[in-house]
């Protein structure tokens, strides 16, 4: 009966063609469906704390820095120990059916004296553990895009022009970043400022994306190039 209800249930909100499959015991699948009612059971006390969320999964820890700004849509999973912290001059808005893996970082600014642009999530992303999403010059991730653990995105480069100056007192640039929609980044891929990836791009585990790409670009390297059209 488990089995049926979540399957039901990830049918109807996520994936209508996800099945279980037949090798998972049904301890296994009791254990699942303990944590998932133990994460909801979170996420009611967060959406009764919080306006700006709606049906929410949340982990262990989750830390909200200026909760206020910050939208999340249905459906979504937040794993253990994130942190979303939203001071910037705009919000992080996360959308429906988006998945946060554990101890992942998404914060707008790290400096206050001059505070970062936004973080955009689509909905259907998921992105897996230890992930870092910084906003300074503004993030945005299109929907329907999967992401593996360790990914890190820096929309923010600093000024190292002046070697009279620690270059941490010379500022920095901020241009951005957009992912498109339906793309697939592999584990460890670091995309740097200024970079725009476009639709479908398959992106290979441990790339350095430093320049932008195309629509259904297979992506891979440090520093990246195109490895062929898909």
Known sequence: MIKILMQFYINKTKNKNFKFDDNLSSGSLFA????KITSLLRGIRFIYQNKNFNRVFVGKSLKLVNK???????????????TLSAIGRGPIRIGDNVSIGSMSQVVISTSYNNIGSHISIDNNVGFGEFAYLGGGGGLSIGEDTIIGQYFSAHPENH???NNNLNIRDQGVTRKGISIGKNCWIGSKVTILDGVSIGNNCVIASGAVVNKSFSNN???????SKVLKEI
Not at 68 to 82: A, E, Q, R, S, T
Request: net charge neutral; hydrophobic share 50%.
């Open 217 to 223: 670009q297979l992506i891979g390297g440090v520093p």
């Open 68 to 82: 206020k700004n910050i939208f999340v849509g249905n459906n979504v999973n937040i794993g253990d120990y994130v």
């Open 32 to 35: 699942l469906f303990l944590l």
């Open 159 to 161: 000024i190292f022009t």
